[in-house]
């Protein structure tokens, strides 16, 4: 099967940028309305990137961080962080990480370093070490003890991101995991998530 | 959106607000960037905005200019950095720091809000396609926004669905967590089904045809919109003529 | 010459081990009207699919034979522009709408386009299509926010505006009530009346009966017979192979078979069973 940025973009990839930006939406809005902790903004974009690879991934994340701009510009900012979380998780399901649970560790582990990394950078270059959310009172705390800026935005991040890359993947995962074959099949990526060899009578 | 601004050429409000956020980047201290903010609200008053404009300012500027101020005057250590009490410093610099910053935040998210309540997402995909973008780029940014809020409806009735068989949504966090699943689930695997479905729609509206498209939208470019173009231009090389001379 | 000639075509699904499409061969003749008709997962759905190049582009899978639209291989076509000769729309009307329009006007000029038809021509095409399918107090509307009727009828009416040869219908009615049933059927003639070829997957026989030229009838993925209208739908071996037939044939089947007589001039429709009543002077 032929892949890459040429040949990613089949009108089904497509299709599946629109969902995985409102499932970031939506599941944006449950994670307030269930009150949870953590903001779970991230599932279309890591989905999306498992299935259909890395260039849609980046484009879906790219463009959910627009979308929310539109109403808080501030998201634009921190769009290169949902488009390296896209990236480079679709590249780990082209190298077919998510398909063994060893895999499935070290991804997570890079994907939460690559998250805390690109946020940090725009945390401290535009917005001075803060993101008007909740995590900014652990970068304080840091702060307190002493530490520098880079420092306790980074472990900030770090620790926030963990979270976030294990509910989002896992979340993802068990979702991808209910996806019909046939579906998956017709996406570029899709092979790795197919239940069966093959289905007697369908 | 039906004010003379709302119809404007998209175009035309995209290159005056790069012209804003590019003359907030270069010229030096606060006080013109917290100016811009002011200009932005009487601009929104005249577009007939400006109380969505400030309405959607407020939710989210202010509480992360409140807090880069505390980080940078009282947390952060500078050379400067004067004890108050246990942790709590004062820095001039990070004063500075903060104004600097802050008020380049404040003028272009200013800018941003407002270009984007007065310019309809139907007309920036016009422009978009106008100006040669690909139409696989303006087919995904559009049916996005058309998405966006059918999805949210969707993710409504199944939440009220499940909510209703027995799934709980409060309690400790772990209860919340695992409700979290069969609310989205359904969700993803209906659309999944529906995209498989529009694929085939869609190709027998000739999406994949390699014709050049048109457009039966059509917005007009008026003599006020070249105007607006070379106008900020010329602004633009006027400040930099002026700031090299001095 | 046919305007869609299948020879020998077999199917396999991807991931399937058994084929859906056996050696399945088949002629549609320019201007006809023909009803695709058989039992639940009998493979009619996949005819059509085969028929559009859908498959095997789209759905992969494994497929021989050879597909012939207007006398060329399909091969020979681009997905994209068999648009403009071959009109599809589907069963389920909520998934047919572009998604990216946000009036019906817009929405039925999508697949112009698409293809490049200049503005002028276009909006006179939308005007022509948007009376011809009496749709001129929705143009304005959302497409979103459209009954299922509706939608459905702004779905083939956006496809007849590419002005298409053939135009396949796959149950276009399915998920409709009585009235906007009758609204498509009374397209579907419109269209015959515009010399169109149509393939019209549909399990109502009663209008099957009313609105076709011929019947095809498959079972299991083979095609088991074809023919007139008249002759296939009142051959009791249709019930045999999974399709039905209208309440009013079964009815003088049965009358026949007990009197002794021919079952070929069984009358199927409301008005032969009228003109049937009336020669045998029961009126």
Known sequence: MKRGIKHDFSLLALLLIPVGVSLNVVGYQLSTILKLPVFIDQIGTIMVSMIAGPWIGLLAGLLGNVVNGMLNPIAIGFSIVSVSVGLVSGYFSKWRFYTNIFGIIIACVLLTIVQAFSAAIVTVFLFGGVTGAGTDLITATFLATGRELWNSVVSTNLISGAVNTIINFGISWLIIRKVPDRFLIKLNYGAPYIKKEVNVNG | ?246 | ?283
């Open chain 3, 1 to 283: 010459m046919s305007i869609i000639s299948l020879i020998n075509i077999n199917y396999t699904y991807p991931l399937e081990e058994k084929q859906t499409i056996h050696s399945l061969s088949l002629d549609l003749e320019k201007g006809c009207v023909y009803g695709l008709t058989g039992a639940n997962e009998s493979g009619k759905t996949t005819i059509c699919n085969i028929i559009r190049g859908f498959i095997p582009e789209l759905y992969k899978g494994e497929l021989t034979g050879e597909v012939m639209i207007k006398g060329k291989n399909i091969n020979d076509y681009n997905i994209g522009d068999l648009a403009t000769i071959i009109g599809y729309s589907f069963q389920n009307p909520f998934t047919q709408l572009s998604g990216v329009k946000d009036t019906v006007y817009e929405e039925i000029a999508y697949g112009m386009e698409n293809i490049g038809v200049p503005r002028s021509k276009m909006i006179q095409k939308v005007d022509e299509i948007v009376k011809m399918f009496q749709l001129e107090d929705l143009i304005d509307k959302n497409p979103f926010e459209l009954s299922g009727g509706q939608k459905q009828r702004v779905a083939i009416a956006s496809v007849v505006a590419l002005d298409p040869e053939i135009i396949i219908l796959d149950e276009p009615t399915s998920q409709l009530d009585p009235k906007s049933t009758e609204d498509i059927f009374e397209i579907i003639q419109l269209l015959k009346k515009q010399g169109k070829t149509i393939l019209l997957v549909e399990h109502k026989v009663d209008l099957l009966a009313a609105y076709c030229d011929e019947i095809l009838l498959i079972s299991r993925g083979e095609l088991v017979m074809q023919g007139p209208v008249k002759e296939i739908l009142s051959n009791p071996k249709v019930v045999e192979y999974g399709g039905q037939l209208p309440q009013v044939a079964l009815y003088f089947i049965k009358k026949a078979k007990a009197n002794g007589s021919s079952v070929s001039q069984v009358p199927l429709t409301v008005q032969e069973v009228y003109d049937h009543l009336n020669k045998d002077g029961e009126v």
């Open chain 2, 1 to 246: 959106m039906d004010s003379r601004i709302g119809n404007l050429y998209p175009s035309s409000k995209f290159t005056f607000i790069i012209l804003i956020i590019l003359l907030s980047m270069l010229v030096p201290g606060f006080i013109f960037q917290y100016m811009i903010f002011l200009f932005i609200f009487l601009i929104s008053l005249f577009s007939g905005t400006a109380i969505k404009f400030l309405s959607t300012f407020m939710k989210s500027i202010p509480i992360l200019i409140l807090f880069i101020f505390i980080f940078q005057v009282f947390l952060i250590v500078n050379e400067d950095s004067q004890q108050i009490w246990a942790f709590i410093h004062f820095s001039q610099i990070g004063l500075m720091t903060s104004l600097t910053m802050t008020s380049k935040i404040v003028a272009i998210s200013s800018s941003i809000i407002w270009f984007f309540q007065v310019t309809r997402v139907k007309d920036i995909i016009y422009a978009l396609e106008q100006s040669g973008v690909s139409q696989k780029v303006t087919f995904v940014i559009a049916s996005t926004i058309q998405l966006i809020p059918q999805m949210l409806n969707l993710s409504r009735t199944i939440a009220d669905a499940q909510k209703s068989r027995g799934i709980e949504t409060e309690g400790t966090l772990f209860v919340r967590m695992k409700a979290f699943i069969p609310m989205i689930g359904p969700l993803v695997l209906s659309s999944i089904q529906q995209i498989e479905e529009r694929v085939l729609a869609l190709e027998s509206r000739a999406f994949s045809s390699k014709a050049k498209k048109t457009s039966i939208y059509e917005l007009r470019k008026q003599k006020i919109d070249y105007i607006i173009v070379i106008f900020c231009i010329l602004v633009l090389i006027v400040y930099i003529v002026w700031r090299i001379k001095l």
